[in-house]
């Protein structure tokens, strides 16, 4: 038994962007079959939900021995069980570790910034001074993958959950002249999204939105 | 043999707050000695480091088996090896996991919004609308810490290396309203940081520094 909660519906901003996609991308990879548990927007603000992911979002996974939140920890938990998505050495687990971290703490914020304030808060007063500061931001730490993929198709050579969480975070900008700036980038991220599992993920998301009427987003 | 790369020095905002802390201090809680590999502002920038750490920082960590980057990740790969920062079994094993990437993902971003306008951008024209923004943001997430921990010591009862991360995350706003308006949120890092570990970790990053001249610090 695995089961992965996710949302009945989300608006078309998010839709195909939501974290479970990551989890469900890594069990595909991993060959594993899973259930959907659905919630929607007032239940993920209740009591019952948050025992289970204290931020009031999605992705919760369980299987028979596990229950975790975190959409990186959720994936690294599959990576566990599976080489498809971590080599077995103890070197190989620890460059894929590294990666998942780097992906969600040294880019992701720095490309959230950016989508957050243009999704969000494009006519605000603060967003054109700000824009300018969180771009460059963002702009470095985009340049350092890219350096480092250079001649590599994979951030360790071979696929990796690493690979899956860093996919992720740079497809949030696809079509963004910040990751156009990067070739190698644009690239990598459709050799990423390229892969069938990924697209059996995605499919699998955005089946579920498509089954279930709009509905008000609180936050 | 085990090895971290820290900074010679860092301008006083940043001591005690350089990311090798954390290894350093999972290092203590776990007993285990440690020799330190020290670089400066410009060996940063160099090929030979960016091989090893991509985003240009510290730490890079090694020992016999494994060289590895990302605060998150060396603190996870030596709490794989130590009871002292993360339960044996498979169920204990996910739920640090959980709370490592929550610490780094869910709630440094927006902690670290709020530091680093607040630290580096004070006088930009846009930085009072965009603070209002990122407090309201940053509060939502302490809020949710802070629900969590009433009733609990640590975030699972017993400390973890999910604590660890989380507790030098919370520690960036002591001081601060955002984290005054929960007492549970104070005590909790009073109690995490309190530890007689974290002591040793800090006395030894400030150590280094207080041996070494201060540098120009480039991006």
């Given at each position: 038994m695995r089961e992965v909660t996710a949302y009945t519906w989300v608006p078309d901003f998010a839709q195909g962007f939501v974290k479970d996609l990551r989890v469900r991308w890594a069990?595909?990879?991993?060959?594993?079959?899973?259930?959907?548990?659905?919630?929607?927007?007032?239940?993920?603000?209740?009591?019952?939900?948050?025992k289970r992911q204290p931020f009031a979002q999605v992705p919760v996974y369980r299987d028979d021995q596990v229950e975790l939140f975190e959409s990186g920890?959720?994936?690294?938990?599959?990576?566990?069980?599976?080489?498809?998505?971590?080599?077995?050495?103890?070197a190989g687990r620890a460059r894929t570790m590294s990666w998942a971290f780097a992906a969600l703490n040294s880019v992701e914020p720095f490309v959230a910034n950016v989508r957050i304030t243009q999704l969000f808060h494009a006519d605000a007063p603060w967003a054109d001074g700000y824009m300018e500061n969180a771009a460059?931001?963002?702009?470095?730490?985009?340049?350092?993958?890219?350096?480092?993929?250079?001649?590599?198709?994979?951030?360790?050579?071979?696929?990796?959950?690493?690979?899956?969480?860093?996919?992720?975070v740079l497809r949030e900008m696809e079509g963004h002249a910040l990751l156009a700036a990067h070739p190698v980038l644009?690239?990598?991220v459709k050799r990423c999204t390229g892969r069938p599992a990924f697209g059996r993920a995605l499919e699998a998301q955005l089946k579920v939105f498509a089954a279930h009427p709009p509905q008000l987003v609180s936050a």
């Open positions: 069990l595909e990879e991993a060959g594993l079959a899973y259930a959907e548990r659905l919630i929607d927007h007032e239940q993920k603000l209740q009591p019952e939900h948050l920890a959720i994936v690294m938990q599959i990576a566990e069980g599976s080489e498809a998505l971590m080599p077995k050495d103890s460059r931001m963002a702009a470095g730490r985009l340049a350092r993958v890219a350096d480092w993929l250079k001649g590599r198709d994979y951030l360790e050579g071979r696929f990796t959950a690493g690979d899956l969480l860093m996919a992720t644009e690239a990598y």
